[in-house]
């Protein structure tokens, strides 16, 4: 979903390892954050009118639980992280088959959008937590729980304890991001020892794929999709085991005749993959 991590795109072996190179020029860490953050405030309150967007949420939710058997139910004791949750689509889907999901984005116009739907009349959803940051350290005192959360029975951080999670998840958010085996390793932090991290976007299949994204709106997109080999390195280099890539669905998406034609042109079919990985210790979080 929106931009969540956006340090310097330093030009390294280690970011050409990282898949964080392709060619849309030089950014700062600052331009970068600035003009993604802008962007994804501006589309916040259209976000859910993208039927592209509506539907690939579907999909990941599915996806996600699939891989969740015997774990998700209304009396589930599993603490989510959502990582780059937009407006709330994933998380809201979600919410119903864990304790408790704290949804993060760094924009706060998807955020604002994601807390307009908890506090909506009818709303039954009281175990979301919804957080404007930009996470880069798994100690961060905003994603422990308030009082509210204590209150519920929410297993949480203290002033000595940080908070950990059973489960992270995060949808259409690896392709924006330029270093990301440092996002890996702070995924991993947020981990209790047995915990899982679920991540889905679309797959890098070839030149064929940048077309998943109109010309127009190719600022923050670091890559034209996750290449498999690429994701389960990174991964074990940022501490997972059993890391599995499998692909988890598949879209039809219209895209533009030629690039920057701007038009709905003809409908391709583009792969996802769910990337999963499991922080290794004695405690594991009820194993599949």
């Not at 919410?95 to 949804?103: D, E, G, L, N």
């Not at 996470?135 to 009082?147: C, G, H, K």
């Not at 792969?271 to 979080?285: H, V």
Request: proline content about 5%.
């Amino acid at each position: 979903m929106a931009l969540l991590y956006l340090s310097a795109l330093h030009l390294t072996v280690e970011n050409q390892l990282n898949g964080a190179l392709f060619p849309l020029g030089y950014r700062t860490a600052s331009n970068m954050t600035s003009a993604n953050t802008t962007r994804f405030n501006a589309e916040a309150a259209a976000w859910d009118s993208n039927p592209n967007v509506v539907v690939a949420s579907g999909l990941a939710h599915r996806a996600i639980l699939e891989r969740f058997r015997g774990r998700s139910s209304p009396t589930s004791k599993l603490d989510v992280l959502e990582i780059g949750c937009g407006t709330g689509l994933l998380t809201l889907a979600l919410a119903p088959h864990f304790r408790s999901v704290t949804a993060v984005d760094a924009a706060e116009g998807m955020i604002a959008a994601l807390q307009s739907k908890l506090s909506a009349e009818g709303c039954e959803t009281n175990n979301v937590r919804a957080v404007a940051a930009m996470l880069e350290d798994p100690d961060d005192e905003r994603i422990r729980p308030d009082a509210a959360a204590f209150s519920r029975g929410v297993e949480g951080g203290t002033a000595l304890k940080p908070r950990r999670f059973d489960l992270v998840v995060s949808h259409l958010v690896l392709h924006h991001i330029p270093d990301l085996l440092a996002v890996l390793k702070t995924m991993f932090g947020c981990l209790k020892t047995g915990g899982q991290v679920m991540l889905t976007d679309f797959e890098d299949f070839g030149p064929e794929a940048r077309r998943f994204h109109p010309e127009s709106r190719m600022e923050g997109v670091e890559r034209h999709g996750i290449k498999r080999t690429d994701i389960a390195d990174l991964l074990e280099r940022a501490g997972f085991v059993d890391v599995r890539i499998e692909t988890a669905f598949k879209m039809d998406k219209a895209v533009e005749t030629e690039p920057g034609s701007g038009d709905k042109g003809p409908i391709m079919t583009f792969p996802f993959l769910i990337c999963k990985g499991m922080k290794p210790g004695a405690g594991r979080s009820e194993p599949q």
